[in-house]
């Protein structure tokens, strides 16, 4: 299904992708101001981009030099379509070499932050701003000659910083605004949605949200729909939109997999149905998920075996609720979010799968539903402000996020339910005492794991041999790249001691001081 068309409003800024690692954030960045942002392959027809009727136009950086025999390349005429144009790092060469300037491989190249001396008297992309700032470089290649009409803004120690025709309202910058450690790249954000393209604010929390139940209303019309509910934040503030839009014609179903942390899944129903007002139908199916992990140690092939089982259990419970309602369900309500279906795939080609993730995207393809997917244009942090809108409380709105196959990648190895009695105590006080420092709201995800390794120890007089628990703790942005957390050593010594008092099985705990990359968050 297209995303609700009525979500994205005219008059936004289109970031056309030429693969680089921010080009998401350039998004962020832009959304941050109000300002309506949408990431497309830099080789998305003409036809297809002014259909949007943006405001303006921004073209990433990316990894490739222009001179590359496969430069990724936009059409030519985006630079005349009488839209003013930011070109960001490979923005700017591919911006600069189109229109007639030159590129060359620079003799060093430059990477990280550079001091930049704004040189121009009056550039509307810097008005207001410090003749000298600090600003965030990661480039090979360097302009060496200009396009005709264009002028040189900025300048580092080695390079042109910053070049524009503001006849033509094309800007272009050899650094990165979109990120942190560019001192004023808000602000030269700003003045290019703003001062230059004269955007409105108009993506606020409150228009988002009555265009989506709008748009949510017109596209179910007066069908059934059902939602497979994870407990995290995205299945919730998915289903509560829905539920906001057509009211109980939309049926949650939520699986107990046997593989959900402790209380989870009394926690969440209660929730869901108590606090929240849903229609939600509990699957109690831990055995059958138990049943088919037996003897099962390799990774893969448990992401694979619990993917299968959530789908046969889904399509039983659509059946039978189709059964009882008496009416055929034509809609699946998912929480997809907008990184997942950004296609920057011409510019990248297919990533290498690391993991394959499990969650309730696998179902449409053996299931006759058509997809709803409100959230398919939002960023996480503009899912939560959502959800905070529609009165989803805190708790459910900080959730750290959580796996598809739950437990059974935090049981490495084969899964049993001492295994799972084991992870999900260790995992509670973890998480008890995170909170009651008050780390839980500044970590990405903290979490415990079973390690598939007995140590000797000594307990009271006798020997242990018994099981090991890894803490992982990590902050991250967007879990593209991770740091493990510095937590303070009392902490980590009191969540160790209670691990071990606490729960039987387990004499060791340790800590992973491992970020991705190279290691990846989750240890499966
Ligand atoms: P990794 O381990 O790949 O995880 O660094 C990145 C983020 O994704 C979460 N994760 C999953 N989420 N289904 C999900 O919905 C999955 O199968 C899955 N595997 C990992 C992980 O917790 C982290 O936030």
Same mark, same amino acid.
């Given at each position: 299904?297209?995303?609700?068309?009525?979500?994205?409003?005219?008059?936004?800024?289109?970031?056309?992708?030429?693969?680089?690692?921010?080009?998401?954030?350039?998004?962020?960045?832009?959304?941050?101001?109000?300002?309506?942002?949408?990431?497309?392959?830099?080789?998305?027809?003409?036809?297809?981009?002014?259909?949007?009727?943006?405001?303006?136009?921004?073209?990433?950086?990316?990894? #490739?030099?222009?001179?590359?025999?496969?430069?990724?390349?936009?059409?030519?005429?985006?630079?005349?379509?009488?839209?003013?144009?930011?070109?960001?790092?490979?923005?700017?060469? *591919?911006?600069?070499?189109?229109?007639?300037?030159?590129?060359?491989?620079?003799? #060093?190249?430059?990477?990280? !932050?550079?001091?930049?001396?704004?040189?121009?008297?009056?550039?509307?992309?810097?008005?207001?701003?410090?003749?000298?700032?600090?600003? *965030?470089?990661?480039?090979?290649?360097?302009?060496?000659?200009?396009?005709?009409?264009?002028?040189?803004?900025?300048?580092?120690?080695?390079?042109?910083?910053?070049?524009?025709?503001?006849?033509?309202?094309?800007?272009?910058?050899?650094?990165?605004?979109?990120?942190?450690?560019?001192?004023?790249?808000?602000?030269?954000?700003?003045?290019?949605?703003?001062?230059?393209? +004269?955007?409105?604010?108009?993506?606020?929390?409150?228009?988002?949200?009555?265009?989506?139940?709008?748009?949510?209303?017109?596209?179910?019309?007066?069908?059934?729909?059902?939602?497979?509910?994870? +407990?995290?934040?995205?299945?919730?503030?998915?289903?509560?939109?829905?539920?906001?839009?057509?009211?109980?014609?939309?049926?949650?179903?939520?699986?107990?997999?046997?593989?959900?942390?402790?209380?989870?899944?009394?926690?969440?129903?209660?929730?869901?149905?108590?606090?929240?007002?849903?229609?939600?139908?509990?699957?109690?199916?831990?055995?059958?998920?138990?049943?088919?992990?037996?003897? %099962?140690?390799?990774?893969?092939?448990?992401?694979?075996?619990?993917?299968?089982?959530?789908?046969?259990?889904?399509?039983?419970?659509?059946?039978?609720?189709?059964?009882?309602?008496?009416?055929?369900?034509?809609?699946?309500?998912?929480?997809?979010?907008?990184?997942?279906?950004?296609?920057?795939?011409?510019?990248? +080609?297919?990533?290498?799968?690391?993991?394959?993730?499990?969650? %309730?995207?696998?179902? !449409?393809?053996?299931?006759?539903?058509?997809?709803?997917?409100?959230?398919?244009?939002?960023?996480?942090?503009?899912?939560?402000?959502?959800?905070?809108?529609?009165?989803? !409380?805190?708790?459910?709105?900080?959730?750290? !996020?959580?796996?598809?196959? +739950?437990?059974?990648?935090?049981?490495?190895?084969?899964?049993?339910?001492?295994?799972?009695?084991? %992870?999900?105590?260790?995992?509670?006080?973890?998480?008890?005492?995170?909170?009651?420092?008050?780390?839980?709201?500044?970590?990405?995800?903290?979490?415990?794991?079973?390690?598939?390794?007995?140590?000797?120890?000594?307990?009271?007089?006798?020997?242990?041999?018994?099981?090991?628990?890894?803490?992982?703790?990590?902050?991250?942005?967007?879990?593209?790249?991770?740091? *493990?957390?510095?937590?303070?050593?009392?902490?980590?010594?009191?969540?160790?001691?209670?691990?071990?008092?606490?729960?039987?099985?387990?004499?060791?705990?340790?800590?992973?001081?491992?970020?991705?990359?190279?290691?990846?968050?989750? *240890?499966?």
């Amino acid at each position: 299904m297209a995303s609700p068309t009525g979500m994205r409003p005219r008059g936004g800024i289109v970031v056309l992708d030429f693969g680089s690692q921010t080009t998401q954030l350039i998004a962020r960045r832009i959304r941050e101001q109000q300002v309506f942002s949408l990431i497309l392959p830099c080789s998305t027809p003409l036809e297809q981009i002014r259909a949007l009727e943006p405001a303006g136009l921004i073209l990433s950086g990316g990894p #490739s030099s222009v001179y590359d025999s496969d430069a990724p390349s936009c059409d030519p005429a985006v630079l005349s379509l009488g839209l003013p144009v930011l070109g960001i790092c490979y923005g700017l060469q *591919w911006t600069a070499r189109t229109l007639g300037g030159e590129v060359r491989p620079a003799e #060093s190249r430059e990477f990280g !932050p550079a001091e930049m001396e704004i040189t121009a008297d009056s550039s509307a992309l810097f008005a207001g701003l410090p003749a000298r700032q600090t600003i *965030w470089m990661s480039h090979g290649d360097r302009v060496i000659r200009l396009p005709d009409g264009f002028r040189a803004t900025g300048r580092t120690p080695s390079s042109l910083a910053a070049i524009e025709d503001p006849a033509r309202r094309v800007y272009a910058v050899q650094f990165h605004p979109e990120v942190r450690h560019t001192e004023y790249g808000r602000d030269i954000l700003r003045n290019f949605v703003f001062e230059i393209c +004269g955007a409105r604010p108009n993506w606020t929390r409150a228009s988002l949200l009555s265009e989506m139940t709008a748009a949510i209303r017109q596209e179910v019309g007066g069908e059934m729909a059902i939602c497979a509910l994870s +407990g995290g934040v995205d299945s919730a503030v998915a289903a509560t939109l829905v539920h906001r839009a057509i009211g109980d014609r939309l049926t949650n179903v939520f699986v107990d997999t046997g593989l959900l942390r402790q209380n989870e899944y009394e926690e969440t129903m209660e929730l869901l149905t108590g606090r929240m007002g849903l229609k939600v139908a509990g699957v109690r199916a831990g055995d059958r998920f138990l049943g088919r992990l037996a003897g %099962v140690s390799d990774p893969e092939e448990k992401r694979r075996r619990i993917g299968n089982e959530f789908v046969a259990v889904f399509a039983d419970e659509a059946r039978e609720l189709e059964r009882t309602g008496g009416r055929p369900i034509r809609f699946l309500v998912q929480g997809t979010l907008y990184p997942d279906v950004i296609e920057s795939v011409s510019v990248r +080609g297919p990533s290498a799968v690391i993991k394959t993730h499990h969650n %309730v995207g696998g179902l !449409p393809a053996v299931m006759p539903f058509e997809l709803v997917e409100p959230l398919r244009d939002l960023f996480k942090d503009e899912v939560r402000e959502v959800g905070r809108e529609l009165g989803l !409380p805190e708790e459910m709105l900080t959730k750290h !996020p959580f796996p598809g196959p +739950g437990l059974a990648v935090r049981v490495l190895g084969e899964v049993t339910e001492e295994k799972l009695r084991a %992870v999900r105590q260790a995992d509670a006080i973890l998480t008890e005492e995170i909170r009651r420092a008050g780390l839980y709201e500044k970590l990405w995800q903290a979490f415990a794991v079973l390690l598939p390794a007995r140590s000797v120890g000594v307990m009271g007089d006798a020997r242990s041999y018994g099981l090991t628990i890894a803490i992982r703790a990590v902050t991250s942005e967007d879990a593209m790249t991770a740091d *493990w957390a510095r937590l303070p050593a009392e902490i980590l010594g009191r969540i160790s001691a209670r691990i071990v008092n606490e729960t039987r099985e387990v004499s060791r705990v340790v800590y992973d001081i491992s970020s991705k990359p190279p290691a990846t968050i989750e *240890w499966e």
